[in-house]
């Protein structure tokens, strides 16, 4: 199964709470972290590898934290992978034009997955961060509403 990253989700956690809660202010990773219970040193690195970025800025003190600095909507989804986590790969046995597998002589996969990586990564590049964290999903009621064990009882596993 494809999978986004989690310190990825981590960032659009971040990046939503701090647009819509406090727009223009000051947000802490650890308020971050105790409003939606993920864990404090991963967020604490996107939040700094975004503020490198140009993406947030960053205030150190007692009284600091992280503000939006940049255009949400001039931010694609695909830059923000590429900082959190590197460039779009969909499989690991290579990576651009290289290749680390020991099957690669006898693959016939390798023009379909290299095409399928460039078209996810095109894909990427159209989805601005700001129009991704205001979508709305009418799944989100339903998702929220079963709980996890529920869920792993009917067969739904990650």
Do not use: W
């Not at 202010?25 to 967020?43: G, R």
């Not at 099957?103 to 990586?117: K, Q």
């Not at 700001?130 to 869920?151: F, M, T, V």
């Amino acid at each position: 199964m494809f999978k986004i990253n989690r310190k990825v989700e981590y960032a659009l956690i971040a990046l939503k709470h701090m647009s819509h809660n406090y727009p223009g202010q000051l947000t802490s990773a650890k308020e971050i972290c105790d409003t939606y219970h993920v864990p404090f040193d991963p967020t604490s690195r996107v939040l700094q590898l975004m503020a490198q970025h140009g993406i947030l800025k960053a205030e150190h003190g007692a009284h600091g934290g992280y503000q939006i600095l940049k255009d949400l909507s001039k931010v694609t989804f695909s830059a923000l992978t590429h900082i959190i986590v590197g460039p779009v790969q969909i499989v690991n046995c290579f990576h651009q034009k290289f290749s680390h597998c020991e099957l690669t002589g006898s693959c016939n996969v390798i023009s379909p997955m290299l095409n399928l990586n460039e078209k996810v990564g095109q894909l990427f590049k159209t989805i601005s961060i700001k129009d991704l964290i205001e979508s709305k999903n009418s799944a989100e009621r339903i998702i929220k509403s079963k709980p996890i064990e529920q869920g792993l009882s009917q067969g739904q596993h990650n």
